[in-house]
């Protein structure tokens, strides 16, 4: 595989049950996998810990069942047992690439057609349709699967790669560009929007807010939206949406520009707007002017971290030197005019910087100043900044000329009463107020955004 991979760096490794294989020699080596006895592990059966990554491990954690066992996604292992047979009929390491896109695919569906209210519910499937948790933890279920059966096939380490991303993709929306299931719209503006998955689940940031019922009001909004279409002052748009991953690595390695260069590049699927999206402080939207090329020390999805500059992988559409700044072009100071209904909104320009005379980090309220290095941008130092500023700089080195940057939204909070995740409940009426309300506005603030391109 090339060197393009932005799968996390802990997939596929370790080795599972065993299992007998048949390889078939030629003058091209085909190998053909077909275990003599397939067994896919089930959450809290013991999968070996070689077999799952950090984040897929939580899974047997005992509110991430309550999510999943109320969540309406299907049961868990439905779509397991769906896995192991997609993987039965693979032949090639194409049809395993094939099957768990495929899989991948119908995911998403799932998740979407449950946040659009399309899906049958039921009697224990009793969490709101906005909750974005019962997808997040079905995918790594799923994930942890996929990883055992690669463990135990005869794929080498970039094979199971191959496989692995596949689905990764697939689950979070990224790549319908390259097939049929998601034809461009004839009519109309056109506009991708980006979520995340939720984060700060058992070693917050600060190492305080760690809770593994957080939800992400980023992640809700773009299950909530995708395939939909607005009513926008300037006309219909077309609404396309993914949700990204908390984890450093697969920023490195091009997650982001690898999902949205489709969209950027001149082409049918080409977009009149973009909106990166992210949960951020408690009570306000803020639309972020300015993102920085620094990362900060805070935990990911993985437990890990990796201070430094934000680095940009190869093989994709950049800007030479890597600048240390980039700015939105969304219409914040309107954006900001809104009524706040309920929450305010912030043009936000504040960033932090070393500045070139000096070699101390400063706080600037009006931006950066010339020349200097990017500690902070207005979204901090984490993954949301990092968004923003690799969305922005490949809308730069694509010559996109539309509106785009990152939007904050207000934190999601729970009631009072229900603070502690030891003895609380995974729901409860104020967070699903709260919820509510963010989506909404969101949902407004974006069309008033492109409302503004009736004037273009």
Same mark, same amino acid.
């Given at each position: 595989?090339?060197?393009?991979?932005?799968?996390?760096?802990?997939?596929?490794?370790?080795?599972?049950?065993?299992?007998?294989?048949?390889?078939? !020699?030629?003058?091209?080596?085909?190998?053909?996998?077909?275990?003599?006895?397939?067994?896919?592990?089930?959450?809290?059966?013991?999968?070996?810990?070689?077999?799952?990554?950090?984040?897929?491990?939580?899974?047997?954690?005992?509110?991430?069942?309550?999510?999943?066992?109320?969540?309406?996604?299907?049961?868990?292992?439905?779509? #397991?047992?769906?896995?192991?047979?997609?993987?039965?009929?693979?032949?090639?390491?194409?049809?395993?690439?094939?099957?768990?896109?495929? *899989?991948?695919?119908?995911?998403?569906? +799932?998740?979407?057609?449950?946040?659009?209210?399309? $899906?049958?519910?039921?009697?224990?499937?009793?969490?709101?349709?906005?909750?974005? +948790?019962?997808?997040?933890?079905?995918?790594?279920?799923?994930?942890?699967?996929?990883?055992?059966?690669?463990?135990?096939?005869?794929?080498?380490?970039?094979?199971?790669?191959?496989?692995? *991303?596949?689905?990764?993709?697939?689950?979070?929306?990224?790549?319908?560009?390259?097939?049929?299931?998601?034809?461009?719209? #004839?009519?109309?503006?056109?506009?991708?929007? =980006?979520? /995340?998955?939720?984060?700060? %689940?058992?070693?917050?940031?600060?190492?305080?807010?760690?809770?593994?019922? &957080?939800?992400?009001?980023?992640?809700?909004?773009?299950?909530?939206?995708?395939?939909?279409?607005?009513?926008?002052?300037?006309?219909?748009?077309?609404? =396309?949406?993914?949700?990204?991953?908390? +984890?450093?690595?697969?920023?490195?390695?091009?997650?982001?520009?690898?999902?949205? $260069?489709?969209? /950027?590049?001149?082409?049918?699927?080409?977009?009149?707007?973009?909106?990166?999206?992210?949960?951020?402080?408690?009570?306000?939207?803020?639309?972020?002017? =300015?993102?920085?090329?620094?990362?900060?020390?805070?935990?990911?999805?993985?437990?890990?971290?990796?201070?430094?500059?934000?680095?940009?992988?190869?093989?994709?559409?950049?800007? &030479?030197?890597?600048?240390?700044?980039?700015?939105?072009? *969304?219409?914040?100071?309107?954006?900001?005019?809104?009524?706040?209904?309920?929450?305010?909104?912030? &043009?936000?320009?504040?960033?932090?910087?070393?500045? !070139?005379?000096?070699?101390?980090?400063?706080?600037?309220?009006?931006?950066?100043?010339?020349?200097?290095?990017? +500690?902070?941008?207005?979204?901090?130092?984490?993954?949301?900044?990092?968004?923003?500023?690799?969305? =922005?700089?490949?809308?730069?080195?694509?010559?996109?000329?539309?509106?785009?940057?990152?939007?904050?939204?207000?934190?999601?909070?729970?009631?009072?009463?229900?603070?502690?995740?030891? $003895?609380? &409940?995974?729901?409860?009426?104020?967070?699903?107020?709260?919820?509510?309300?963010?989506?909404?506005?969101?949902?407004?603030? *974006?069309?008033?955004? %492109?409302?503004?391109?009736?004037?273009?």
């Amino acid at each position: 595989m090339d060197g393009n991979v932005y799968y996390d760096e802990d997939a596929g490794q370790g080795a599972g049950g065993q299992a007998d294989w048949i390889v078939v !020699a030629g003058s091209m080596p085909t190998v053909i996998w077909q275990p003599a006895v397939q067994h896919f592990p089930q959450p809290g059966n013991g999968t070996d810990a070689a077999e799952q990554t950090v984040e897929e491990a939580r899974v047997d954690e005992k509110i991430p069942q309550e999510i999943l066992s109320r969540g309406g996604m299907g049961d868990a292992q439905g779509w #397991q047992a769906e896995l192991s047979k997609a993987l039965d009929g693979a032949q090639t390491l194409s049809d395993a690439e094939r099957a768990m896109a495929f *899989l991948g695919g119908r995911l998403w569906q +799932r998740a979407v057609d449950r946040a659009q209210g399309r $899906t049958t519910s039921h009697s224990d499937s009793d969490l709101p349709v906005t909750d974005d +948790r019962p997808l997040y933890w079905t995918r790594l279920t799923l994930a942890r699967a996929l990883r055992a059966w690669c463990a135990r096939s005869p794929l080498d380490e970039a094979d199971r790669q191959r496989v692995l *991303l596949a689905f990764e993709r697939a689950s979070r929306g990224i790549g319908r560009t390259q097939s049929q299931a998601s034809p461009p719209p #004839q009519e109309g503006l056109r506009a991708v929007i =980006t979520g /995340f998955d939720p984060f700060q %689940l058992d070693r917050g940031i600060d190492h305080i807010n760690d809770d593994l019922r &957080h939800s992400n009001p980023a992640g809700c909004l773009a299950l909530a939206l995708d395939g939909t279409t607005l009513d926008t002052d300037a006309g219909p748009a077309h609404i =396309t949406t993914m949700m990204f991953p908390l +984890r450093w690595h697969a920023f490195a390695q091009g997650i982001v520009e690898h999902a949205l $260069t489709p969209y /950027f590049q001149p082409g049918p699927h080409r977009v009149d707007l973009f909106m990166t999206i992210s949960q951020g402080r408690l009570n306000q939207f803020d639309v972020e002017h =300015t993102n920085g090329a620094w990362r900060g020390v805070g935990w990911d999805n993985l437990n890990q971290r990796a201070p430094g500059p934000v680095p940009i992988p190869p093989g994709v559409p950049t800007v &030479h030197p890597q600048p240390q700044w980039t700015t939105t072009t *969304l219409p914040a100071s309107l954006l900001a005019d809104q009524p706040a209904a309920p929450f305010p909104v912030y &043009h936000h320009t504040g960033v932090t910087e070393i500045p !070139a005379d000096s070699d101390k980090p400063a706080e600037r309220k009006d931006g950066p100043t010339p020349n200097s290095l990017a +500690r902070e941008g207005g979204g901090g130092d984490y993954l949301s900044n990092e968004i923003g500023y690799r969305a =922005t700089l490949l809308r730069d080195a694509c010559r996109l000329r539309v509106p785009g940057g990152h939007l904050h939204t207000p934190k999601l909070l729970l009631a009072p009463d229900n603070q502690d995740p030891a $003895t609380g &409940h995974i729901t409860d009426p104020v967070l699903e107020r709260y919820r509510d309300a963010v989506l909404a506005q969101a949902r407004a603030l *974006l069309t008033t955004a %492109l409302g503004t391109l009736a004037a273009r």
